[in-house]
Structure formats: structure tokens, C-alpha cells
């Protein structure tokens, strides 16, 4: 072998890409890579080993028993997917959730998630007192305790219930509706209150980063075009929070997924006629009470796969805003 073979060899085999071929080199690679930034990694793991621990690990977990009969007290048995099999074919009251929910998701989530924007967009053209008082107004909703008990006593069922006194007074209706337990308005009702509560994180997140924009960015896109607010909303605003924008679709997507509370306080569990059932509502009601913890993990399998699924979709759809 040359001299200058040699050398070209021996500089390949240095940087890792002749010897043990090109994923020994990417091995290399990394783990120099590892070895420079070990101080940022070392500060990282406490959060990578709680994250591992109470959150990978527990969902990993799940995905595994959704496959076993485990009921706590016997160790679990492989059943393959039989408890899946049951949720999409025998399971009646599943498939009455799952419409719930999606219907629930498809109506809630969208308007959710725009009311917020909109509303921070708006509040933040105040002047900042005044900004300040309307966004804790906004907000204390989310924050509130027993907030139930307000749209309790207004869909009361007697004629003692303001819905009901307001229709009885003007003529509308003769006698009180049962609002909280006619399945014809459950749901509705739920939609309404969780539209109520949604002005949460999102909410604030939205106000943030309004708040941290670049106003030279608008003056540049008023020079290079830009003749109205609703062009400056597209071209410049929403490119600007992208991040604000995905973090809130994540929130607002997985609160209505994820309603359980507000159908439980408003019309009662079980609801009459399944009317107000959700996904999450079945999930508590065999994980909690019937402890059959093996269905329960293949239904929560089924909605974090949906709520998955949602969230990819918003991303790619926030990828085409400003084009």
C-alpha cells in the first residue's frame, strides 16, 4: 500500500466512516456528540428520568395490558386482542361514547381553540389595565372550583331554574323541561359548559405571545404590501406564534378528547340513556370501579391513538398558515 493510501485510509478510519462501515461512523458520530454536550445532558436527565418514569413508561405500559385479563388482584393474562375485539364489536355502550366524543371533539375543540385566538387577539389591543382585568376575567372560569353549581341551578329541571323561569314567563314553554335528563339536550348542554371553561391555558398562551411579538415585523409588512389587519393576521401574525398556535391545538384537542368531569357533574353517571357517556367516562367506569384494568388500558390505548391522530393532522394543517 502507498504512502498516500495509507493516509487517506488511516483519515477514514479516524473519522469513523471505513472501519465498521458508515453505522459504526454514525455511532461515532453520536456519541462524540454525547461526550461534548454532557454537561447539558447531565442538567437534562432528572426531567428525562421523571418523564420516562410517569410518563413514557405508564403509556407503555398501558399499550402492553391492553392486551392481558388483569383485574389487580391475579397476575395478567395474554388474550391478544380480544379486548378490542369487544370494544368496536360487543360493546354497545363504547360505541355510544365514541360517538359522543367525537362529535363532542369535532364541535368543541375547533371552536374552542378559534375563540381563544380571537379573543386574545382583541384583548390585546387594550390599553394594559384594562387588558389585565378582562384576561383574569376571561380565565377565572378554568380556574374556578364548583363551577358546576351555576349551570346546575340555571338548567334546573323545576320552574325555580332560569332557563326554565325565563322560558315560563315569556311564553315559550307551559311547563319546566327536564334539561339535564332528556338525552335531546345532554349534550349540548355539556358543549356548552366546556365552551365556558375553555379559555384556559391556550387562552393565556395565545395573550403571551401576542404580547412578545415583534411589532417591526408589521411595519416591514406594511412596507412590503400588507393593507389590512386580516393580511396581517395571516401573513404575519399566526407565521409568528406557530408555536403558541401548536402548543394551544395540543391543549384544546386533548381537553375535548378528554371530557369526563363536566358530563359527570351535569347529568350524572351513568347518564340517562348513555346520552351524556364518554370515552373517558367508560375508561373510569372499568378501571376505577369494575377494575378490569386490561379493557380499561385498550380503551385508553384507542383514545390516546385518536388524540394522536388529531394532533398530527392540526400540525400539518398549522404548517400551511401564512401561505
Given amino acids: 500500500m502507498s504512502l498516500s493510501n495509507q493516509g487517506v485510509q488511516e483519515h477514514k478510519a479516524d473519522s469513523g466512516v471505513y472501519l465498521g462501515g458508515p453505522e459504526k461512523g454514525r455511532v461515532a458520530q453520536v456519541l462524540r456528540e454525547i461526550k461534548l454536550k454532557r454537561h447539558g445532558y447531565m442538567l437534562l436527565a432528572p426531567y428525562f428520568v421523571l418523564f420516562f418514569v410517569f410518563t413514557a413508561f405508564p403509556v407503555l405500559m398501558a399499550f402492553g395490558l391492553s392486551f392481558t385479563n388483569f383485574n389487580i388482584l391475579e397476575p395478567p393474562s395474554f388474550v ?112 356548552l359548559v366546556q365552551l365556558w371553561l375553555s379559555l384556559g391555558t391556550a387562552f393565556l398562551a395565545f395573550i403571551a405571545g401576542l404580547q412578545g411579538m415583534d411589532m417591526s415585523l408589521i411595519e416591514a409588512g406594511a412596507i412590503d404590501g400588507i393593507r389590512n389587519r386580516w393580511q396581517e393576521l395571516w401573513f404575519i401574525t399566526l407565521p409568528s406564534l406557530r408555536p403558541m398556535l401548536m402548543f394551544g391545538a395540543v391543549m384544546q384537542i386533548t381537553s375535548s378528547f378528554a371530557v369526563a368531569d363536566v358530563a359527570t357533574n351535569m347529568v350524572g353517571f351513568p347518564s340517562p340513556q348513555y346520552a351524556g357517556h364518554t370515552i373517558v367516562t367508560h375508561l373510569n367506569d372499568y378501571g376505577s370501579i369494575r377494575f378490569e384494568m386490561g379493557y380499561a388500558s385498550a380503551i385508553a390505548a384507542v383514545l390516546f391513538i385518536m388524540m394522536l391522530g388529531s394532533n398530527l393532522i392540526v400540525q400539518k394543517l398549522l404548517k400551511k398558515v401564512g401561505d
Fill in 80 to 191: 391478544g386482542w380480544e379486548n378490542y375485539a369487544n370494544l368496536f364489536i360487543k360493546d354497545e355502550v363504547f360505541l355510544i361514547a365514541l360517538k359522543n366524543t367525537l362529535l363532542f371533539a369535532a364541535v368543541t375543540g375547533p371552536l374552542s381553540y378559534i375563540a381563544c385566538f380571537f379573543l386574545a387577539w382583541l384583548i390585546n389591543e387594550l390599553s394594559p389595565g384594562i387588558r389585565s382585568v378582562i384576561t383574569l376575567l376571561f380565565y377565572a372560569p378554568s380556574i374556578s372550583g364548583n363551577v358546576y353549581l351555576i349551570w346546575q341551578v340555571a338548567f334546573s329541571g323545576d320552574s325555580f331554574g332560569y332557563i326554565n323561569a325565563f322560558l315560563m314567563k315569556w311564553g315559550f314553554i307551559l311547563e319546566p323541561i327536564q334539561w339535564l335528563q332528556d338525552p335531546k339536550y345532554m349534550l349540548i348542554i355539556i358543549m
